[in-house]
C-alpha cells in the first residue's frame, strides 16, 4: 500500500431544509454579516432570497454579489473582492455550483491576503486560513463545497488557472437536496455525470489511497444507482438525496486522489469555447475510459458493476464494456456524443492539448499521456 494523506476537516450539515440552520452557522463563528456569493440565475428563482431570508431573520446581515458567471474570470473575482472589502462582512456563503464557490474561495484569499488571484495559481500557495466560508450547492455536482480547489479563467491567456490549497476548503457545507431539486433536466444530467466522473477518475488515480477509494466507491454506488431516475424526475427526494450525498462523497474522494485526463482536457475545452464544465467532462468521459483501459488493473469492472443498470453478476468482463456502459448513460441523459457537437474546432486542438498536458491531473492520470497522444485524444472526442 502506497503512503497516503487525508483529511476531512469539514462541518457537513445535511437534511432537507438544512437551510434554516445557516444563522446557528453563523453566530457560531461570531459572525454578524455575510457575504453571499451567488448568480442572477438563482436569483431569478428564488433562491437568492430564500437564503437572505433565512439569514436576515436571524437578525443578521447580507450583502450579495450575483455578477458569478459560468467559468468565472480574474475581473469578477477582482469586482467581488473589492465590494467584500467594502461590505464590513466577516464570513462567506457561497451559493450556487462550482462557479459560485470558485469566485468565493477566490474573494477569500485575496480579502485576507491582498494581491491579484494569479499570485497563488498552482499547488499551496495560500498562505494560512481565509475567511469563514459555508459553501451550499445547487447542483450535484462539483463537489467544490469539499474541495481545496478554485478555478479561475485567465481571459488573456484562455487559460483556466488552479488555484489548489487545503486553507481554502470551506470551513461549512450545507447539503439542502431541496435546491437541486428544481434544477432543469439538462443541468442534472450533466451536473450528475461531472460527480460521477469525479468518483469515477479518483478511483482510478495514480493517488488513490483506501480512504478516497470508500468516499469514491459510496459516491458510484449512489451516484450510479439514482442518476437516471433523478434526471427524470428531479422532485423524486429520495434520488435527491442520493445524488447530493454522493457528488459530495465524490469531491472529497478527488480533493485528496486528484482527477485524471478528462478534467485535464475538458479546462482548455470550457477555456476556449465556453462549453459548460459538466458538460465538457461527459462528452470527454468515453474517450479517456477507452484510452485509460490499457492501465485498467481491476477497478473497471468495479466501476461497471456500480453504473451499470444490468444487475445480474458479469461473466468474462472486458474493460469495453465500461467504455459501452459510459455511451449508453450519455445517450440516455442526452449528453452530445462529440466535441464538434458542442462547438469545438479542430483549429484549436494542438493549443487546447498543450494546455491539456501541463495540467497537473495529467500525473493523477492512470496511463502516462505526451503531447502527441494528449492531440489524438483531443481528435477521437472531436
Ligand atoms: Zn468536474
Known amino acids: ?12 450539515e445535511f437534511g432537507v431544509g438544512s437551510l434554516k440552520k445557516l444563522p446557528e452557522i453563523l453566530k457560531e463563528n461570531n459572525s454578524e454579516h455575510v457575504y453571499l456569493v451567488s448568480d442572477h440565475g438563482l436569483e431569478s428563482i428564488g433562491v437568492v432570497k430564500k437564503v437572505q431570508d433565512i439569514v436576515e431573520a436571524g437578525g443578521l ?3 450579495t454579489f450575483l455578477d458569478v458567471v459560468p467559468n468565472p474570470t480574474v475581473d469578477v473575482v477582482n469586482a467581488s473582492t473589492k465590494l467584500y472589502k467594502e461590505s464590513g462582512a466577516t464570513s462567506i456563503i457561497a451559493l450556487g455550483g462550482g462557479s459560485s464557490m470558485d469566485v468565493a ?15 497563488y495559481e498552482g499547488l499551496y500557495k495560500v498562505p494560512g486560513p481565509i475567511v469563514p466560508m459555508i459553501a451550499i450547492p445547487t447542483t450535484a455536482g462539483t463537489g467544490s ?17 488552479s488555484v489548489i490549497s487545503y486553507e481554502i ?10 435546491l437541486i431539486m428544481t434544477a432543469p433536466a439538462s443541468i442534472a444530467a450533466s451536473c450528475g455525470v461531472d460527480a460521477l466522473i469525479h468518483a469515477m477518475e479518483a478511483y482510478v488515480s495514480n493517488f488513490a489511497s483506501p480512504f478516497s477509494d470508500a468516499m469514491a466507491e459510496k459516491a458510484m454506488e449512489l ?63 468515453p474517450t479517456v475510459v477507452e484510452y485509460n483501459a490499457l492501465a485498467d488493473n481491476g477497478r473497471y469492472e468495479k466501476i461497471y458493476n456500480y453504473i451499470s443498470e444490468d444487475k445480474e453478476p458479469v461473466i468474462d468482463f472486458t474493460p469495453d464494456m465500461l467504455v459501452d456502459e459510459v455511451k449508453k448513460l450519455n445517450k440516455d441523459l442526452g449528453i452530445p456524443s462529440s ?27 492512470p496511463r502516462q499521456t505526451n503531447l502527441k497522444e494528449m492531440i489524438a485524444l483531443y481528435k477521437k472526442a472531436l
Open 145 to 161: 463545497e469539499v474541495t481545496a480547489s478554485a478555478v479561475i479563467t485567465d481571459e488573456a491567456k484562455n487559460f483556466k488557472m
Open 105 to 119: 474561495k477566490a474573494t477569500g484569499v485575496l480579502a485576507t491576503y491582498g494581491g491579484e488571484i494569479n499570485d
Open 339 to 365: 466535441l464538434s457537437e458542442v462547438g469545438v474546432t479542430e483549429d484549436k486542438i494542438e493549443a487546447m492539448a498543450k494546455d491539456a498536458v501541463a495540467h497537473p491531473n495529467v500525473l493523477a492520470n
Open 61 to 63: 446581515t447580507c450583502t
Open 169 to 178: 476548503l470551506p470551513k461549512y457545507a450545507v447539503l439542502d437536496p431541496e
Open 1 to 12: 500500500m502506497k503512503d497516503f494523506r487525508f483529511k476531512v476537516p469539514q462541518n457537513i
Open 223 to 285: 451516484i450510479g444507482g439514482n442518476l437516471r431516475r433523478f434526471v427524470a424526475n428531479r422532485k423524486d427526494e429520495e434520488a435527491a438525496c442520493a445524488m447530493m450525498v454522493g457528488s459530495t462523497f465524490a469531491g472529497m474522494a478527488f480533493a485528496w486522489a486528484k482527477l485524471g485526463n478528462v478534467h485535464a482536457m475538458s479546462h482548455p475545452v470550457s477555456a476556449y469555447f465556453h462549453v459548460p464544465h459538466g458538460v465538457a467532462n461527459a462528452v470527454i468521459l
